[in-house]
């Protein structure tokens, strides 16, 4: 049904956007900073899933109509920014709560990982650059004449998926190192934490800030 060519045609394109870094790979990063490892896959898994909730949208309609209404295109960023805002001031303001100790905290004690899922599929669902990227690309990649064009479209739309996944966990991991040496410090590992609110504060004020060609 979808060809191999279209296939490999559409990785190449969706390497090319995923390889530039984005909301979603920034967001990564800063949950990483401020809470760890365990939070940044987290993270990225919801961030996968609200990705692919928005290659649905646009298989059935939903997504061109997002993307071509100026004011829900609005909405919707808007939201996301705010949503990233949010959750930046709240990791600095609970930066000093953190200490190395937290590291090997009962799994009861740290932030539930279903609420960071919901946070990472949030965000990937209102990332700007993902709407735009799956409704103006993705149908460029289906085959019209060979019919089932929602199906097809869900089939291409696992390809810069399963880039993400390799992509994200890699800066997640990264990030999550880095935070592991800075938690051999108290002071430390609040200032890191301190970082990654502000990077996703940053963020929400870029991702409201910047127009509709993001």
Do not use: C
């Not at 590291?103 to 990332?127: K, Q, S």
């Not at 690309?137 to 880039?163: D, K, W």
């Not at 390799?166 to 990030?175: E, I, K, P, S, Y």
């Not at 934490?193 to 127009?211: E, K, N, R, S, Y």
């Amino acid at each position: 049904m979808v060809s191999t060519e279209s296939i490999f045609a559409f990785a190449a394109m969706s390497l090319l956007v995923i390889v530039i870094p984005g909301p979603s790979v920034l967001f990564v990063i800063g949950r990483a900073l401020a809470h760890g490892r365990r939070t940044a896959l987290a993270t990225v898994l919801g961030n996968l899933v609200g990705s692919y909730v928005l290659v649905i949208a646009v298989a059935w309609g939903l997504g061109a109509l997002v993307e071509s209404s100026a004011a829900v295109f609005m909405g919707v960023k808007m939201a996301g920014a705010a949503y990233l805002v949010y959750l930046g001031a709240q990791a600095f303001r609970h930066r000093d709560q953190m200490r190395a100790a937290d590291m090997e905290a009962p799994a009861g004690e740290r932030r539930g990982d279903l609420r960071t899922v919901l946070d990472g599929l949030f965000v990937g669902i209102t990332n700007p650059k993902g709407i735009v990227f799956f409704a103006a690309v993705l149908p460029q990649f289906v085959n019209h004449s060979a019919g089932r064009v929602p199906l097809q479209m869900m089939v291409l739309g696992l390809v810069p998926v399963a880039i993400g996944l390799v992509t994200d966990t890699l800066w997640g991991l990264g990030a999550s190192a880095a935070r592991s040496w800075f938690a051999r410090s108290d002071r430390r590992l609040s200032m890191v934490g301190g970082a990654g609110g502000f990077a996703m504060i940053g963020l929400g004020v870029t991702v409201a800030a910047t127009g509709r060609a993001d």
